[in-house]
């Protein structure tokens, strides 16, 4: 197969203006809106380099001052806008410097040397190699980031370019540079086709990685959503139902406790207080039970004013001491909501697993339900054990 300057860039151009296309109706086409997710800066990076690309195509028919000076300015304009849309997806900021000093400088350096593709070639990769160490060293440095597995795709593509850029370097070093042209017929030299398969390469493998980037996100966001409490910001039924199943089933034979917590006349507060003081009251004693919690503990909202403590590794005088010390902190602690301190207490009931026995949890909750009901038929504010007396 015959390959010469013009097909490979024609290929380029083409590569990335399907690349643009598809980020563009990806970052416009949610609604009809765009997100804060980075997706339409990408997309507006790709539409430069294809831009620069085909300036450069027509390098010895546009003046120097398009193909040569314009076209490596909008390559740093695009490196700038990938930088800037990875600190926006990351909720980042960055020095406005990392976005303009490499576009003014491949400017200058460019203008000088327009004649001297040895100098832009070394200049250049140094200016677009520190771009790709900004980029690199934003992906490294935010966890959430490298949370998912699709942000490799986007590194890859920065190591690989990298490399290319060096290799480039090297090449003008040693003075080659007689390279094929679009308006030469010189052949082309092996370090320009890897050029070429690189950016190429990179167009696609940093695309698709930002995209997966922006969906992995999503999908933690959606699950977050799916199994957090809105009100409380605690696990909700299903999340707490879902660990409690997964903690049972991995106890070991160790013993395992459910406290089932329910605020004492909470609907006394509410018709006295007003519903939103209702919720503040429960946005506090979340606060509270989870501060009070040990770290292997699990605290969830079974419901309602109802919450529930998983407690893995945990026998009947560990769960009283827990469950004591749960309804302590609540009763000492005034709730000054909406100008007055309100005294509010909770009930707890336990339900116990012992040491190599295997239950089910409906029973442990069942139990601990149980056990509830006893502690607000003994009056309130106390914790019972299922099969116990008053705690």
């Known amino acids: 197969m015959n390959l010469d300057a013009r097909t490979l860039l024609f290929s380029l151009i083409l590569t990335y203006a399907l690349s643009v296309l598809s980020l563009f109706i990806a970052a416009y086409g949610r609604n009809g809106n765009s997100k804060h997710d980075g997706m339409d800066k990408w997309a507006a990076a790709m539409l430069l380099e294809m831009l620069a690309w085909t300036l450069i195509a027509g390098c010895g028919v546009l003046p120097d001052v398009l193909s040569i000076i314009a076209a490596n300015g909008f390559k740093a304009a695009s490196h700038a806008l990938i930088l800037a849309a990875l600190y926006e997806f990351q909720r980042r900021k960055a020095p406005h410097w990392q976005y303009w000093l490499p576009i003014a400088l491949t400017l200058l350096l460019t203008a000088i040397l327009v004649d001297d593709i040895q100098g832009r070639f070394i200049w250049g990769g140094l200016i677009y190699g520190f771009q790709m160490v900004l980029l690199a060293r934003a992906l490294l440095s935010d966890q959430e980031t490298r949370a998912g597995r699709a942000w490799r795709l986007l590194f890859m593509g920065v190591v690989m370019i990298m490399l290319v850029l060096g290799l480039r370097a090297v090449v003008a070093l040693f003075g080659l540079s007689e390279l094929a042209q679009p308006q030469n017929a010189a052949p082309i030299h092996p370090v320009q086709i890897i050029t070429y398969i690189a950016v190429m390469a990179t167009a696609l493998l940093g695309s698709i990685g930002f995209v997966f980037m922006v969906k992995e996100r999503t999908d933690r966001e959606i699950m977050h959503l799916a199994m957090i409490d809105s009100l409380t910001q605690i696990p909700n039924r299903r999340a707490l139902m879902e660990g409690a199943e997964?903690?049972?089933?991995?106890?070991?034979?160790?013993?395992?406790?459910?406290?089932?917590?329910?605020?004492?006349?909470?609907?006394?507060?509410?018709?006295?207080?007003?519903?939103?003081?209702?919720?503040?009251?429960?946005?506090?004693?979340?606060?509270?039970?989870?501060?009070?919690?040990?770290?292997?503990?699990?605290?969830?909202?079974?419901?309602?004013?109802?919450?529930?403590?998983?407690?893995?590794?945990?026998?009947?005088?560990?769960?009283?001491?827990?469950?004591?010390?749960?309804?302590?902190?609540?009763?000492?602690?005034?709730?000054?909501?909406?100008?007055?301190?309100?005294?509010?207490?909770?009930?707890?009931?336990?339900?116990?697993?012992?040491?190599?026995?295997?239950?089910?949890?409906?029973?442990?909750?069942?139990?601990?339900?149980?056990?509830?009901?006893?502690?607000?038929?003994?009056?309130?504010?106390?914790?019972?054990?299922?099969?116990?007396?008053?705690?």
């Open 246 to 391: 997964h903690t049972l089933a991995r106890r070991n034979g160790l013993p395992f406790a459910i406290l089932m917590i329910d605020v004492d006349y909470f609907k006394s507060i509410n018709d006295t207080y007003g519903h939103q003081t209702g919720d503040e009251v429960l946005r506090k004693i979340a606060k509270l039970l989870e501060g009070r919690l040990r770290g292997h503990d699990f605290l969830g909202r079974y419901g309602g004013e109802e919450f529930c403590v998983i407690a893995p590794e945990t026998d009947r005088n560990g769960a009283l001491v827990l469950a004591e010390s749960l309804r302590g902190i609540v009763d000492t602690t005034p709730f000054h909501i909406a100008s007055s301190e309100l005294a509010v207490s909770v009930s707890i009931g336990i339900s116990l697993c012992s040491s190599n026995v295997a239950r089910e949890l409906k029973e442990l909750l069942a139990e601990s339900d149980a056990a509830l009901y006893a502690a607000k038929q003994a009056g309130r504010n106390r914790a019972i054990c299922f099969g116990m007396e008053n705690a």
